[in-house]
């Protein structure tokens, strides 16, 4: 099944033809035959904090290069006097109907106010472009870039004057630095010059060092703030060459190589916001530290350790073997219309790759652009929005088998609560308990309502971001992490139970104001489009699955009794989903009619996924609503909506019409013929398309495919849940489910044949009989075990191994 395809060189030396032939596994490797033209097809690389994506340019290569904590904007108190006040005025309104006129007075009021210390928001900003001119205007023959996601290391290669050139570029976990190396099959062959530039806030110098000369580039952001610095940053870039002839040279703000027989080319960056003042020190430090070790052993150094993360989950479908050898810019264009089952793997691995080199414990956690950047203003400043993006971020996170990667959003969540605190105060007044935060925020812990209501005045950020410090718990059962988390959701909690309000029409419990996220409707004959509202759908839900994690836990830690029966009181008094005449899921209190039936946000699905409140065994009827939703919205929307999307078709059980928004995902985000017209879809090097370029999608489709292969949100394993007719035959390996037990399935003709579970901390697993299967055997582990019709109860201890058969 594992699909090897031949990169293969030919090389042209005075008509002498020779084939040198690398062999490489199609599911976990990008390939190109020729340099990137745009960004969206240049290959990423990263340690988790340093990002670079090289084009493989010929004679002149550009390295777009990133660091996750340059930001610009600074801290700020944004809390508004005067919000508190027109409360009762905007919740008045809400209760007569006047939906309209409450969302002008919180245009008018209920905004973040101009910090009066100055301040800005700031935006997450690329970090320069590292120009590299090679002297290369000979004749170029077999041309090929990729990447390998197994190794973490991108490469390119062509033969041009009787050489054959190869560039490998990863970014050590180790040494904590990006490295690009370059080799020539003749000696003395290697000649640069490189050069750094970035847009604003940059001065680049070259600086004479022990190990030779060094480019440096640095630069202080804008913050907005007259009282301190902004964020300050610094990076160097040194060569290292072999080669009895090699010069390296100070040039006009370059610095040029000339004759090596190879060269590593290193870059070190830091910024003062892990470091503080040592920042500069800190990226000469790193960059000291790789020049005193040995440089041939750098590369396996670094693929070992991306290895430790990359190897614990794979997948591999049984694919369509011509499709496989094609270069991937070609698979994508030729996927709509074409059978290529296995670009589905290829994608999973690719978005776990994309995780993994985005984040790590200690980091920050990956925002709009996982942590690549190509301009210093990112779309969306490149934050943290709330209300879906950096969620659908982190949903690969667990059952990916990357469970420490969920720890950077942990961490930053912790971080958010002292701002909530004073927002919670500052706009829902005094009694206001706990904290919240609304629809976005940045690495300066912004909580406050966004400044345009209709989308801003979402108050269930947090809420949402509690879902997934639960979540890190159902995977990993540790009791002190339990411990460490539960006054945050407790806070959260507080928050909503102190300020949400009884609605006068059923006198259920509800936020007010709030909006459900970005969508707006019309409120009777009025054709003002209006988000502002009261109780959600979607708030309901995150409420109610906040409230009952809050006594879940409590009732583990054997703490706050008196507390968990006022969430249990409160968890009754909350709205029941409604369905509407039509049949479709309500996403609001009432059944107001939306402005864009097909809009991209589906937030009141959210009990459907990511949470649990409605699923097909549990809440069929709902179930069925959520469809007739889905069904209305249709299969359109922007990148990070259709991925959601397959991630909703695979909680439904149904495998094709999943497949079907995985193949929207697929569109080929532009065609050859209009490269610079960018719609919703795919890029060239697989980065998902809002547009623009936005990196939710990945990890949400890369979410929905394993959705489709494995599920366990009901207390129950699910094998192959939703699988397409497409994917007839596979394996998938290394997957974790709730309760932490580690899961691989092999199937074919579309029935499970094999799986063997690890076991986690929680002993009994219960495995519903698989679709199309009436028998399972235990043919390795005797463990203990018992049946029911409908499914399979194994005892099995933590890491031991069960072995299962099905028929
Ligand atoms: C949310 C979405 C947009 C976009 C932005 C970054 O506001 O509604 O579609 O993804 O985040």
Known sequence: MKRKFLVSISLSILSIYTVCAQSVDSNHTLFYKSPAAQWEETLPLGNGRLGMMPDGGINHETVVLSEIS????????????????????????LFEGKNKEAQEV??????????????TYGTFQGMADLHIDYNCTGEVNGYTRWLDLSEGVAYTRYQSDGNQYTRSYYVSRDKDVMVIHLQASQPGSIDLQLSLNRKECGTV?????????????????????????????????????????????????????????????????ATSYFEGNGYEQKAAGLLDKVFASSFPALQAEAVKSHQALYNR??????????????PTNERILRF??????????????????????STRPGSLPPNLQGLWANDVQTPWNGDYHLN??????????????????HLPLIEFTKQLVKSGEQTAKAFYGSDAKGWVAHMMTNVWQFTAPGEHPSWGATNTGGAWLCAHLWEHYLYTGNRAYLQEIYPVLKGASEFFLSTMVVEPTHGWLVTAPSSSPENTFYVGNDKTPVSICMGPTMDNQLVRELFGNVMESAKLLGIDREYSKQLAAAVKKLPPHQISKEGYLMEWLEDYKEVDVHHRHVSHLYGLHPGNQIS???TPELAAACRQTLERRGDGGTGWSRAWKINFWARLGDGNRAYKLFKSLLQPAYTPENPTQHGSGTFPNLFCSHPPFQMDGNWGGTSGISEMLLQSQDGFINLLPALPDAWSAGELKGFKVRGGATV?????????????????????????????????????????????????ELTLPENERAELKFQ
């Open 744 to 792: 691989d399935v092999t199937w074919s003709n579309g029935k499970v044949k094999q799986a063997v579970v690890t076991g986690g901390f929680s002993k009994k697993l219960r495995i519903r009989m698989p679709a199309g299967c009436t028998r399972v055997q235990v043919v390795q582990g005797k463990k203990q075990y018992s049946f029911t019709k409908k499914y399979f």
């Open 336 to 357: 709509q219309t074409n059978e290529d089952p296995s670009l589905a793997a290829l994608y999973y691995n690719y978005g776990r790759y994309l995780l993994l080199s």
């Open 106 to 119: 919180m245009y008018e009021h209920f905004v973040p106010k101009k910090p009066e210390s100055g301040g």
């Open 616 to 618: 097909l065994i549990n």
């Open 205 to 269: 110098t070259v600086e004479n060092n022990a190990d030779g000369v060094r480019l440096k580039l640095y630069g202080t952001l804008d913050n907005g703030r007259a009282d301190h610095d902004g964020m300050k940053y610094a990076a160097y870039v040194a060569v290292k060459t072999i080669g009895s002839a090699a010069r390296r040279q100070a040039g006009d703000r370059s610095l040029i190589v000339r004759q090596a027989d190879e060269a590593w080319i290193v870059i070190s960056a």
């Open 388 to 405: 879906i993006n950096v969620q659908m971020n982190h949903w690969p996170a667990e059952q990916g088998n990357l469970s420490e990667l």
């Open 70 to 93: 340059l930001w610009g904007g600074s801290e700020a108190d944004y809390s508004n006097p005067e919000a508190a006040k027109y409360l009762p005025q905007i919740r008045r309104l």
């Open 313 to 326: 989950a794979s997948l591999q479908i049984q694919g369509n073997p011509e499709a496989e050898q094609l």
